[in-house]
């Protein structure tokens, strides 16, 4: 333990010990004689302050921690221990002082280590993820600057996706594969670090470690995978224990970056799953459209004032995707009626009725095959059910009707009636308005004729305003 014994009236040393010579780097004939203040900022003149102050107060100090500069101008944590003793009448004080600087380093990687971790459980994203990993290297090793590479999987590249300082403009920039010292990160998979890159032939890149003269390269590797590199440069040289530091944090990054990746991936297929569907929809209905030309139009429409009015009646906005799709689909089943039937120009015979009755089956057993569209069902299976027991397929009465269905009900007959047919021509608005009244309570739940009245009175002002 390092040990030095002051004297209390000068405050001068009096003697020191070997291990304070290997602490500090003065030697003994150095320091006996001369004062702290007059060592070369080896000790914080407000510290020793508090200490002078402590130990008159309170005879002895414990656990005093400070920071010493050694002779060679390294800063070390210190915990210093003082008591006084009188020998042969004079008063001197003895201080122990302990090198905590590995215990101290230790604890502050700890805690960088912890909140990078929180910090990277909690970032939702790739995206915010990046410049915390890129934020907290900075700051944990006083770096200058710091650059993440991640791997193309497609390429093979290396892209810099975030850096700090000089290297931050080769943020977007593409290495390619097998140049440079990643290719050597590669192979051995290790850390490669220089304080002398200068005269590193490995190094391809030279123009960009001006003023740099540590530097470490560290692999990304998550589930055994290699999938970037982390590097840190900086104007003064790097340490053993930093390299390791280094390493640890490019770990904690590379997985929570492989986990954001994976959970991206799945995402993005799965919007990409719904995307394709949503095209393969929109083409069926539009195949039906085609062949049912009379009612070009008639399923956007519908589709759009159901979505509409059930936000106003208070559906909520994952329903109301499920809405759109059924509505998208109601007439889906019309698929399976014969043009003879669907395309006659006059009215149905009790035959052709009996068929045509079944397009909302058609569509059930159509739909029900598609897990996907499952959810969507209940408009194309139940428009046809009416509030008084009297619809099909089912016959279904009052509420039994899926609440959706008896909403799209009023749509689709609001606007089937509004445009020309093979059977008949167009209504006016004001019959068709009239008809919907009518049918209040027989074919229609009246609450939804209510809000639905409601809602034509709405878009009547708006369009008037
Ligand atoms: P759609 O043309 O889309 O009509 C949807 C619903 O609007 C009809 O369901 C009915 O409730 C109402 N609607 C349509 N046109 C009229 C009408 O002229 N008078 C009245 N009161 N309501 C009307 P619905 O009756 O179950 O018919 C289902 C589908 O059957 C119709 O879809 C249409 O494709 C076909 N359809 C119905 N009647 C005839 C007809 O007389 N001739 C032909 N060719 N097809 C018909
Ligand atoms: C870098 O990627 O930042 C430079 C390291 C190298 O020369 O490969
Ligand atoms: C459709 O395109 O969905 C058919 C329109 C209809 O007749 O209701
Ligand atoms: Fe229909
Ligand atoms: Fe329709």
């Known amino acids: 333990i390092p040990i030095l014994i002051i004297h209390v009236t000068d405050g ?7 291990a304070f010579h290997n602490m500090s780097g003065y030697r003994r004939e150095e320091v006996i004689g001369v004062s702290a ?15 002078e102050m402590t130990l008159r107060e309170q005879g002895t100090v414990h656990d005093f921690e400070t920071r010493l500069r050694t002779k060679s101008g390294l800063i070390q944590d210190v915990l210093m221990s003082a008591a006084p003793i009188i020998v042969s009448g004079e008063r001197y004080i003895v201080i122990l002082a302990y090198d905590i600087t590995a215990r101290k380093q230790h604890e502050i990687e700890l805690q960088a280590i912890a909140r990078l971790s929180a910090a990277l459980r909690t970032a939702p994203s790739r995206t915010e993820m990046l410049p915390a990993i890129v934020d907290e290297l900075v700051a944990l090793l006083n770096c200058e600057t710091v650059a993440i590479e991640i791997i193309d999987p497609q390429t093979g590249d290396t892209v810099t996706e975030a850096a700090h300082g000089i290297w931050a403009a080769l943020t977007g920039t593409r290495q390619k594969s097998g140049t440079g010292i990643n290719t050597i990160i590669s192979q051995t998979r290790k850390p490669y670090s220089t304080n002398d890159f200068q005269s590193d032939p490995n190094f391809i890149y030279p123009e960009w470690f001006n003023d740099i003269h540590g530097c470490i390269g560290a692999p990304l590797i998550a589930q055994d995978q290699l999938i970037g590199f982390a590097w840190m440069g900086r104007k003064s040289g790097i340490v053993e224990a930093e390299v390791r530091l280094f390493t640890a944090v490019a770990d904690i990054a590379a997985n929570a970056l ?3 990746t994976l959970h991206e991936q799945s995402k993005k297929d ?3 799953l719904v995307l394709a569907y949503d095209s393969t929809l929109e083409g069926w209905a539009h195949a039906l459209e085609l062949r049912d030309q009379e009612t070009e139009g008639h399923t956007r429409r519908v ?4 979505v509409e009015l059930a936000k106003a009646m208070g559906v909520n906005e994952h329903e109301l995707e499920n809405v759109r799709r059924g509505a998208l689909l109601h007439d889906i089943g019309k698929m399976g009626i014969p043009d003879s039937i669907l395309l006659k120009p006059g009215t149905l015979n009790e035959a052709e009725w009996e068929i045509m009755r079944r397009h909302p089956e058609y569509a059930y057993n159509f739909l029900v095959s598609i897990d996907y569209l499952r959810p969507v069902l209940d408009i194309p299976y139940c428009h046809h059910e009416k509030w008084d027991g009297s619809g099909y397929p089912r016959g279904l009465k009052g509420v039994e009707i899926p609440f959706e269905a008896r909403i799209f009900a009023i749509v689709d007959v609001w606007d089937a009636l509004r445009s020309d047919r093979p059977y008949r021509t167009a209504w006016t608005n004001e019959k068709v308005r009239k008809h919907i009244v009518e049918q209040s309570g027989t074919h229609f739940d009246p609450q939804v004729v209510q809000a639905f009245l409601e809602f034509l009175e709405r878009n009547n002002q708006n369009s008037n305003d």
């Open 12 to 18: 001068k040393f009096v003697d020191v010990n070997g």
């Open 37 to 51: 203040s007059e060592l070369n900022q080896w000790v914080i003149p407000d510290d020793l302050r508090r200490l």
């Open 258 to 260: 492989h986990r954001a």
């Open 270 to 272: 799965a919007a990409e």
């Open 303 to 306: 589709m759009q004032m159901t």
